[in-house]
Structure formats: C-alpha cells, structure tokens
C-alpha cells in the first residue's frame, strides 16, 4: 500500500470524490481489516491518517482501538481477541459458542460491546452483547427475537450504544448502556440504514444508507443522537459503508466499495470532509475496509517520532466525481 495525498481540484460540488481536505490529526492512526491475496482470511493493520506508514498487526478483521491506544480488540474465525497495537501479547478475549464479531471499546474503557450469534445457521436472531474489558460477565443488551442487530457503537460518554437492526427494514437504534433500556430508533424509517458512528462531540450519528427509489448505492447521512432531520453528508455515486467518525470531528473515514470487471468486490478507505462533502482515498489496492481511528493527542498526549504529514499535493485518478 502505498501513501495517497489529496488531489485537487477546481470548482468540486458538494459530494465530489476529490478535493481539498481539511486536514486530519497529524497524529492519527487508523487500523483497518486488509483482505489477503490468496488467503481466504484478512488481517489487521494500521496506518496514518494519509495512509502511510501501513503497519501489519495481527490476523484478524473488525479492529476497535482501546482508549488509551495501547491495545486493539479484534474478531477472529467467531471469537474475540485482543492484541498490543504493536502486534504483540496476543490474547483471546471471549469465545462463546456461536460467533462472536464486531467488537467496540467503551470510551471509558471499562467495556467491550459486540455482536452475538448463537446458531451462525440462523442467521435471524444476532443480539448487542456487552462484556467487561477483560472478557467476563458478557451479557445481552437487545434480547430481540428474530431482530439482527449489528455494528454496535458508542456514545462519547460510555452511556449509549447505537447499532443497527434489520427486521423488515434496517434502521438506527440507540439503548443504555448500562441495561439495554430505553431503546429507540433515531433515523426516520425511508431507508436502508446501517454502520452508525458516534460524533465525538456526542451530538449526532453518521451512518450508510441509500434512500430513494432510483438509489443503488450507500451514502452518507448523519442524524441527531435522540434522532430528528436527516442530513445529507455525502452523494457522490459511490457505495459507502464501515463509517467511523475522526476524533476531532472533521472527518469521516469510510470502505468505498466497488465491482472489478470478474464480479468481485474491491474495497479502499476514503476520507471524508464533513464539513464539504468532498472525499479522498488514504488506500488503492483494492483490499481494506473497516477503519477505526486513535489519535494520543485526544487524550493531551504530546506524539513523538511523529512526521508531518503531506496534503494538497496531486493525485489526479483520485479525481472521480460523481
């Protein structure tokens, strides 16, 4: 993989793929789930935030970054695992029968919320777990017969959690953390929705959905987190999934999902703008998804052997506007 800069442009609309970018904590790391050449099996890595530095983990898939940075908690053939950030001290973390996938750090810590499937042949009944950081006490939040909830995530202040569930039709929920209650459906019900991700200031939840009669594709949307209006984050032709909000707020880095000429699914991270709507790609090979974020400098770490990185340069195929 090698590190993409952002292309630019003149006179882009809202939505285009291409852009100048806002530029994203110089600190920053994203892991993400590479899938291997070959293998019927994918991998954790990490990289900056412009998609250099591509570091291999551990192998695995759905990585979520615990608070401090340290370690990463991972899925792995139904179980779940947890690992240093620098691929060592590898350690399982819970593996109940059925499959265990989807795992989400508490920001606080203390919990790791994930998705649970007891009969992996019944696909129609997957529940929100909850487990202590350490793998104990896991319990379920949703307790909902024949629901498939799925991508649980949290609010900033540990509290909530929102995920998505399909039963007749998919939409965004949010409950306490602390019990499952108080369960409520914050998007409005015309569309498709899924992969909800936490604003940092706990305000609002990004999420895929297409909407529309004429829609063939994923875009970005974004709604109160005790619901009200959805808004539009992103339309720009493209199918977009795996959102995950930056820690300051800016970006949204998300998997750009496409069809190669065989009728296979390629996949990249991209970055999105939220404040234009313009979006770039941080990866090209047509094999990484999932991304989640860490920046120390969130928590008043001061980063070292850390090196600027490099925006507004020209990449011109990153150009593909919708």
Known sequence: MRRIVLAVCVGLVFGTVGGV???????????????RPG????????????GSDSQYV???????WSPDGEKIAFAHKGALYTVNADGSDRRELLDLPGTETSPAWSPDGSRIAFEYLPNPAASQDCDIYLADADGRNPRNLTRRASDINLR???????????????HERSEIW????????NRRAVTDGLGFARDPSWSPDGARIAFASYRGLNKTWYDLFAVGANGGEVVPLADSGIDKSDTAWSPDGRHIAFSYRR???????????????????????????ARSYLPAWFDPTSLGVSPTNKKTLTWGGLKSHAILSG
């Open 21 to 35: 970018l806002a530029q994203p904590p110089l600190a920053a790391r994203i892991a993400f789930t590479y899938s």
């Open 39 to 50: 293998l019927n099996d994918s991998e954790i890595r990490t990289m900056n935030a412009d």
């Open 58 to 64: 551990t192998q695995g898939t759905h990585p979520t």
């Open 152 to 166: 649980p995530v949290w609010s900033p202040d540990s509290k909530r959690i929102a995920f998505s569930t399909i």
């Open 174 to 181: 949010v409950i306490d953390a602390a019990d499952g209650g």
């Open 259 to 285: 069809t190669n000429p065989a009728g296979r699914w390629e996949l990249d991270i991209y970055l999105l703008d939220v404040a234009t709507g313009n979006a770039v790609p941080i990866t090209d090979d």
